[in-house]
């Protein structure tokens, strides 16, 4: 019984053995957030591990099990290693009630913002919007300036569709960040959404002579680069591919890339070839089957192949089991954009699970009106 369930409680599962190395592990299990936990078959119960056990041979081996609370455990663990404990075991209801403990006996810390920050980011990555929105409201108020919330608090906001409250935020930050030529962007694009075209052709013009009023003669061809870009935005945003495409570098090869995937040809060789991101490849492959280009696995593979991490859990490890585990994929942290792309690639390579994949893949690209959205938007509505 954990009345006020603030205390962690720890199941652990420790070997004896006369002669070591051994190949059994020992675990733990932390007990979180709850006011009542039933557990069996303890060898010891809130008592300390003897130093020494009898063994019949020196080549016994032989698991003891123990709960005790989180202060006394055997393993060396800190208050933190709980959070990211149970984010990695994907225990999120867990993990919020944990958080909400922590706040309530340590209000005067702001640590804990990191943690709803986390635990929001995780909530975004998995199109739990709402979820994650309160996650970051929790952040910014223990700590309004917490570094972690910035940008995401402005994503979630928009992908629950908070749209003014959105374009407010972005007006806060002309003031208070270095990235104001980025909060401006989003400005007029979400004005864009707001009041419609007229206003934020308006405001776009409005925002250049700003610019153009407080810039030194060095910084004029940036302020052109970022008016362009906008443009390009803009014109992404209005699903006007015609006049997007005519703004687009026909000498730059990230513009080049774009403009075949946004037009679905297989982008050429040179637009890519020197980029180790998985997600480019996986672009390449959508577009290389959705064109009817040999060989569409090669680039499927690539991708697979360059999401590999030795730290992690990834996809390249997930598509090694059979059958495919197809909830432990949807649950990768990703960043929500490269996330939808790699669904939207799985839905297509694996029909059979299509409706899976694509299904958090919508829901993911619905709020960002960026590139690639039209071209995902057009693979899951074909």
């Known amino acids: 019984i954990n009345p006020d369930a603030a205390e962690v409680l720890v199941k652990e599962n420790i070997h004896y053995a006369a002669v070591r190395p051994i190949k059994e592990e020992d675990s733990f299990t932390l007990l979180v957030g709850n006011t009542f936990y039933m557990v069996k078959d303890m060898d010891y119960v809130f008592a300390p591990y003897p130093e020494e056990i009898s063994l019949s041979s020196n080549r016994d081996v032989v698991a003891k099990k123990r709960i005790t609370t989180f202060s006394k455990t055997e393993f060396q663990l800190e208050y933190n290693d709980i959070l990211y404990y149970l984010l990695d075991e994907k225990r999120l209801e867990d993990a919020r009630r944990f958080l909400d403990t922590q706040v309530r006996y340590q209000?005067?810390?702001?640590?804990?913002?990191?943690?709803?920050?986390?635990?929001?980011?995780?909530?975004?990555?998995?199109?739990?919007?709402?979820l994650a929105l309160d996650c970051y409201r929790q952040a910014r108020s223990i700590?309004?300036?917490?570094?972690?919330?910035?940008?995401?608090?402005?994503?979630?906001?928009?992908?629950?569709?908070?749209?003014?409250?959105?374009?407010?935020?972005?007006?806060?930050?002309?003031?208070?960040?270095?990235?104001?030529?980025?909060?401006?962007?989003?400005?007029?694009?979400l004005t864009n959404r707001l009041d419609g075209e007229d206003a934020a052709n308006i405001l776009a013009v409005q925002y250049r002579k700003a610019l153009d009023k407080a810039a030194s003669p060095n910084q004029m061809e940036w302020i052109d680069d970022w008016e362009r870009w906008l443009m390009i935005d803009l014109a992404y945003q209005r699903d006007n591919l015609d006049v997007y495409l005519s703004l687009l570098d026909?000498?730059?090869?990230?513009?080049?890339?774009?403009?075949?995937?946004?037009?679905?040809?297989?982008?050429?060789?040179?637009?890519?070839?020197?980029?180790?991101?998985?997600?480019?490849?996986?672009?390449?492959?959508?577009?290389?089957?959705?064109?009817?280009?040999?060989?569409?696995?090669?680039?499927?593979?690539?991708?697979?192949?360059?999401?590999?991490?030795?730290?992690?859990?990834?996809?390249?490890?997930?598509?090694?089991?059979s059958p495919l585990n197809t909830s432990s994929i949807c649950a990768l942290e990703l960043d929500p954009v490269e996330k939808t792309i790699m669904l939207t690639a799985l839905g297509v390579k694996y029909p059979q699970h299509r409706d899976v994949f694509f299904s958090l893949a919508r829901r993911l690209n619905h709020y960002s009106l960026e590139f690639p959205h039209l071209f995902l938007r057009s693979l899951h509505e074909s």
């Open 250 to 321: 026909k000498n730059n090869p990230k513009e080049v890339f774009q403009a075949a995937i946004s037009t679905t040809i297989l982008p050429s060789p040179a637009s890519y070839e020197t980029s180790e991101n998985a997600f480019t490849y996986f672009l390449v492959y959508l577009a290389a089957v959705r064109s009817g280009a040999e060989n569409p696995d090669d680039y499927f593979n690539k991708a697979v192949r360059l999401t590999a991490d030795p730290n992690s859990e990834n996809l390249q490890e997930l598509l090694q089991t």
């Open 143 to 189: 700590d309004p300036n917490n570094p972690a919330s910035e940008t995401r608090f402005f994503d979630v906001l928009v992908a629950t569709n908070a749209l003014a409250e959105a374009r407010d935020y972005c007006r806060q930050q002309f003031s208070e960040t270095s990235l104001r030529m980025y909060w401006m962007t989003q400005d007029v694009l």
């Open 107 to 130: 209000p005067e810390s702001d640590e804990w913002a990191y943690g709803f920050a986390d635990l929001g980011y995780t909530h975004l990555c998995n199109a739990e919007f709402d």
